[in-house]
């Protein structure tokens, strides 16, 4: 974070599910400290003055910084791989406007995943913009494992629970289970009393276990539609039970891969304001084609698609900025899809003071052009 006050005018404003036209913001001291609209900034003392119509061209839009919840790398970079892997991945990443981001572990032994936990807890002091971890595994169903090695799934024992817990340090954000486990709904009510946010994933669950784990404590659904049971009209699994549950967010990777954009746009009209837009990108977001690991599996990536050998989709290539353009192309409503980009996420992880631009709010903010492509990016204070 810089020292400078700083005056961003003449932009479209999108924040908290609305849009503001010829919009100004002040940042000073890492947050939002007035905003307001038309040549009144004029009136406001600042360091540094930015025209958004200069830098970003008719058009230019003013979002908070994006919140990813859910990735694995990017860069060439896999978190798994250590503190300077995680810090590379990480300044990508922020070039597409993710300002905030929980750094997600996949399915390892659980010696390994203990140790790398601790690495990116230790990243977490000293970094405010990882905001935790996010251990992906190895709380897993093998039938709907994805990209997980099935060898290193194992149930939700307290044992197992404590050890990846302890190694967390206090950093543990988020986990994904199967609530179907053995022992997964007395994980889901444990970890959710410590405060972790518990989302469900690569799970057989059907639609009453899915119930039964929100209300033991599950606000959050991994990558919606994927690594689960189908919405079936007479079978509505794991999202029909999401939508129709107020408490709880929904994963949706929007890169036209994992996702068809029809599915994306009924996802948003099914569960308004609880879409959070996640990459779930593996190293290869950002970087050249071809091989890869994800944790121990070897992954192909071409024509930006990530997939193991036997053909299984191993996470995504995307960038959050990526996602909001096929998501407004999809026929999101541009306030609605920077919501999911923003404000839902840090939310569903109870860090409310992201992924916002009012007053007061820790300064993160994206400037992008009229395409959507981002011109400029700032973080604040943590």
């Not at 967390?168 to 609530?179: D, N, R, V």
């Not at 992924?355 to 011109?375: E, I, M």
């Amino acid at each position: 974070m810089d020292d400078l006050t700083r005056i961003i005018h003449s932009v479209r404003l999108v924040d908290d599910g609305a849009s503001t036209e010829d919009a100004w913001v002040r940042i000073a001291g890492g947050r939002v400290a007035a905003s307001g609209t038309g040549g009144s900034w004029r009136d406001q003392g600042a360091d540094e003055v930015i025209d958004a119509v200069e830098v970003a061209g008719d058009g230019a839009v003013l979002t908070p910084g994006f919140v990813d919840i859910h990735g694995h790398g990017g860069g060439g970079f896999a978190y798994d791989d250590g503190a300077d892997a995680i810090r590379a991945a990480r300044a990508v990443h922020l070039g597409h406007g993710t300002t905030r981001a929980v750094v997600s572990l996949v399915t390892a032994r659980l010696d390994l995943l203990a140790r790398r936990a601790a690495t990116v807890a230790a990243v977490a002091r000293t970094d405010a913009g990882v905001l935790g971890i996010h251990l992906e595994g190895p709380f897993l169903d093998p039938g709907h494992r994805g990209a997980h090695d099935p060898a290193l799934l194992v149930p939700p024992s307290p044992d197992a629970l404590d050890r990846l817990v302890e190694a967390c340090g206090g950093a543990l954000t988020q986990i994904t289970l199967a609530p179907e486990l053995p022992g997964g709904l007395a994980a889901v009510e444990r970890l959710a009393r410590a405060g972790v946010t518990v989302a469900i994933g690569h799970t057989a669950a059907d639609a009453e276990t899915a119930r039964r784990a929100f209300d033991a404590g599950a606000r959050i659904l991994t990558h919606a539609f994927n690594a689960m049971p189908g919405l079936h009209h007479r079978a509505p699994g794991p999202v029909g039970a999401a939508t129709g549950d107020p408490r709880v967010t929904l994963e949706v990777i929007a890169d036209g891969i994992h996702l068809h954009p029809d599915v994306i746009r009924i996802a948003f009209a099914a569960a308004p304001g609880r879409i959070a837009l996640v990459t779930d990108a593996m190293a290869a977001a950002g970087a050249a084609e071809g091989d890869y690991l994800l944790g121990a599996l070897a992954v192909r990536v071409e024509g930006g698609t990530a997939r193991l050998a036997d053909g299984t989709i191993a996470g995504s290539t995307l960038t959050q900025d990526a996602a909001l353009r096929l998501t407004v192309a999809a026929g999101i409503p541009l306030p609605a899809a920077v919501a999911a980009l923003t404000r839902t996420p840090a939310q569903a992880i109870g860090r409310p003071e992201f992924g916002s631009l009012a007053v007061g709010a820790v300064a993160d903010a994206v400037l992008l052009d009229a395409a959507l492509t981002v011109r400029r990016v700032w973080s604040g204070t943590a």
